[in-house]
Nanobody, 120 residues
Framework: VQLQASGGGLVQAGGSLRLSCAAS???????MGWFRQAPGKEREFVAR????????DYADSVKGRFSISRDNVKNTVYLQMNNLNDEDTAVYYC???????????????WGQGTLVTVSS
C-alpha cells in the first residue's frame, strides 16, 4: 500500500478528529495533500504540505480550523480538524506527488479514503 489513510469516524458538530496518512518510501512525497468528497459533490482540495520546507496551503473553507503537519520519521502526514460542522462530512483522501502536483493539484498517488461524518 502506497498511501494508508486512517482516523475517520463519527463526531459531533464542534468536535475534532485527526486523520493520518502513512506514505510508502517508494513513492514521491514532494508534496502531500488532503482532499475530500462530500455526497453528490466533486472532490475538493483541503490542504497540502511541501515535505522539504513545510510550506502549507489550505482551502478557504478550512482555514483556522484545520491544520496539516508531517512527521519525517514516520513518513506520515496528519490533518487535525477542529470545530467540525456538517459541511465537513465527506470521504477524505490523502494524496502525494512530485513538484508538478504542488502547483497543479494533480497528484500521482491516492489513498483509499476515510469517512468523516459530522452529526449536528
Amino acid at each position: 500500500v502506497q498511501l494508508q489513510a486512517s482516523g475517520g469516524g463519527l463526531v459531533q458538530a464542534g468536535g475534532s478528529l485527526r486523520l493520518s496518512c502513512a506514505a510508502s518510501r517508494t513513492i514521491s512525497t514532494y508534496v502531500m495533500g488532503w482532499f475530500r468528497q462530500a455526497p453528490g459533490k466533486e472532490r475538493e482540495f483541503v490542504a497540502r504540505i511541501i515535505w522539504s520546507d513545510g510550506s502549507i496551503d489550505y482551502a478557504d473553507s478550512v482555514k483556522g480550523r484545520f491544520s496539516i503537519s508531517r512527521d519525517n520519521v514516520k513518513n506520515t502526514v496528519y490533518l487535525q480538524m477542529n470545530n467540525l460542522n456538517d459541511e465537513d462530512t465527506a470521504v477524505y483522501y490523502c494524496a502525494a506527488g512530485g513538484p508538478v502536483a504542488a502547483l497543479s493539484r494533480r497528484y500521482d498517488y491516492w489513498g483509499q479514503g476515510t469517512l468523516v461524518t459530522v452529526s449536528s
